[in-house]
């Protein structure tokens, strides 16, 4: 099976984001590649994070309630252990996609040797934390990464 035809898990760590993880949510099961599972993780939210995500009545879109601490790693780490996609993709629950991010990254996941594939992002707003932490040329849309990488 080629690497661009299997399920995604996307997994979403959430504290305390009612506010954003419609659009986050909607931004995913928007895609333009659509065989994906949405792994909610709801890490000690205190607000109506969870009421959001179960509004949605999609079959894609998996709860899980899950305590890190405040420790975002171990939320994704646990959502991938509930994850049975093919490939993991991570989005955080203030986050929106483009429509076409997961099938463009795939695309570039088919290609040989590449293993993994990071993409820039767009910063709103006053969001100094994230304009000085850019990983790679903003002109950059994505970047492949190879087993020897």
């Not at 928007?30 to 994070?49: A, F, G, K, R």
């Not at 405040?70 to 509930?82: E, P, S, T």
């Amino acid at each position: 099976m080629k690497c661009c035809s299997g399920l995604v898990s996307v997994i979403m760590p959430s504290h305390n984001h009612a506010q954003y993880i419609s659009e986050s949510i909607r931004s995913v099961l928007d895609q333009t590649y659509n065989n994906i599972e949405l792994i909610v993780i709801n890490d000690n939210s205190t607000d109506d994070t969870e009421d959001f995500v179960k509004s949605f009545g999609d079959e894609r879109v998996k709860l899980y309630s899950f305590n890190s601490s405040g420790i975002v790693a171990l939320a994704r780490n646990y959502g991938m252990q509930k994850a049975v996609g093919d490939i993991i993709a991570f989005i955080d629950s203030d986050d929106v996609w483009l429509r076409s991010k997961l099938e463009v990254q795939l695309s570039h996941l088919s290609a040989e040797g590449i293993c993994g594939v990071a993409s820039n992002f767009i910063p709103v707003g006053d969001v100094r934390y994230c304009r000085n932490h850019l990983s790679f040329a903003t002109n950059e849309i994505y970047r492949d990464y190879s087993y020897d990488d």
